[in-house]
């Protein structure tokens, strides 16, 4: 039975739809780091996902039959990211949050959301727009709230044009 080891931030990557922002990405941070801005991880998850929960077990569609592994209490900086995106995510879409307020009374570094409000204050209010944003804050490549690495994002193929 395949048994692929995910932490909890592929939520983020299936449920927001991104969108392309005409942002100046977020590489005008005038010196603010969100890596600095990431707590010390106190627990990482073990290679062999030992103490995981297991999730969702059945088909995984053309990869066959599986169950997905989790572990709760990682909080190592992509589990730090994860669980920023995934609040306002579900601030946004299961409360029905304004995106400012909700990545404002966020979980993710001051830096992150510092960042996002520059952007969002001068890309207009369309929904189109705040995704855009999203994207060159936490998703774009050399965004400011992006980890260095991202397992299976960083790796995908990139879309045909």
Known sequence: MLRPRVSIFYAALIALPLVGCDCEGSGDNSGINASESWAEPTHITAENCDGCEEVNPGSLGHGGDGTFLVDREADDEVSQWANCVNGFMACVVVEG?????????????????????????????????????????????????????????????????
């Open 97 to 161: 949050g304004d995106e400012d307020t909700c990545i404002a009374d966020g979980a993710c570094p001051g830096a992150c959301k510092a960042e996002y409000a520059r952007l969002s204050a001068a890309a207009g209010d369309s929904i189109e727009a705040k995704l855009g944003v999203v994207d060159a804050v936490f998703f774009n490549e050399g965004a400011l709230c992006k980890p260095a690495e991202i397992p299976g994002v960083d790796t995908m193929p990139e879309e045909p044009t």
